[in-house]
């Protein structure tokens, strides 16, 4: 019953490089989603993922890139990282039905740009 | 486009006395609407939902949120607090994605803090 999972908890970076952050599902949800949590802000959709192969921009997509090759993994990267980009990252999944349904969310990444 | 406003930081209620987070939203068509709570480190989880049908839906925890249309409200409600429901609340509404999808915009959170 592992549901989803993020990795890691925390990370340290300098401006500049290039950092992945990693997301797992154990349901088969078809949609998946990363979002940036930051004071005042609330959470922000950075991008989704409907399928594998299928991905879009959300709010704040910029210096962002996402990959959906498998239906169970939505990794996100930062292409140079940015003192901006310090933020709590969560990813979560939902199931592909005919109604709204709720996302479930991963425990977040602590990420820190210095 | 889908928003929703919640207009208190934070909300301060003593143990035992009922407890009210507000949420207003704004919607091109049908509201779907949602709750969520955040405890400290870690993720969101899902409190409740209101897609149709009864204006009073009950959740987890004892909670329940009030629909009104006419007034653009979804406030989060629960009648008797507890110090464990010290939390982030957030509001949510779904804005459509493709045929049967569904992504969340969220509200900014309000913290709240139950005394004892």
């Known amino acids: 019953d592992a549901g989803i999972t993020q990795s890691p908890r925390y990370k340290i970076t300098e401006t500049g490089r290039q950092v992945t952050l990693m997301c797992h599902q154990t349901?088969?949800?078809?949609?998946m989603f990363w979002y940036r949590q930051d004071l005042g802000h609330g959470l922000r959709l950075i991008y989704y993922?409907?399928?594998?192969?299928?991905?879009d921009k959300g709010e704040v997509p910029d210096g962002y890139v996402v990959s959906r090759s498998k239906t169970e993994n939505f990794p996100l990267t930062l292409e140079s990282a940015t003192r901006s980009q310090t933020s709590v990252y969560f990813c979560?999944?939902?199931?592909?039905?005919?109604?709204?349904?709720?996302?479930?969310f991963g425990s977040g990444t602590q990420l820190s740009v210095l | 486009a889908q928003s929703v406003a919640q207009p208190e930081d934070q909300v301060n209620v003593a143990e035992g006395n009922p407890l009210t987070v507000k949420c207003t939203y704004s919607?091109?068509?049908?509201?779907?609407l949602f709750w969520y709570v955040q405890y400290p480190n870690r993720g969101l989880q899902f409190l409740l939902k209101?897609?149709?049908?009864?204006?009073l839906v009950k959740g987890s925890y004892g909670f329940e949120a009030e629909f009104n249309k006419s007034q653009t409200s979804f406030h989060l409600k629960k009648p008797s607090a507890l110090v464990s429901d010290s939390a982030l609340y957030f509001c949510?509404?779904?804005?459509?994605?493709?045929?049967?999808?569904?992504?969340?915009?969220f509200g900014a959170g309000t913290i709240l803090r139950v005394k004892s």
């Open positions: 979560a999944s939902s199931e592909r039905t005919g109604g709204y349904e709720k996302l479930f």
């Open positions: 349901w088969s949800h078809s949609y």
């Open positions: 993922s409907a399928a594998a192969d299928i991905t």
């Open positions: 919607v091109s068509g049908n509201p779907y």
């Open positions: 209101y897609i149709t049908g009864d204006n």
């Open positions: 949510a509404v779904g804005d459509p994605i493709m045929e049967y999808g569904n992504k969340l915009v």
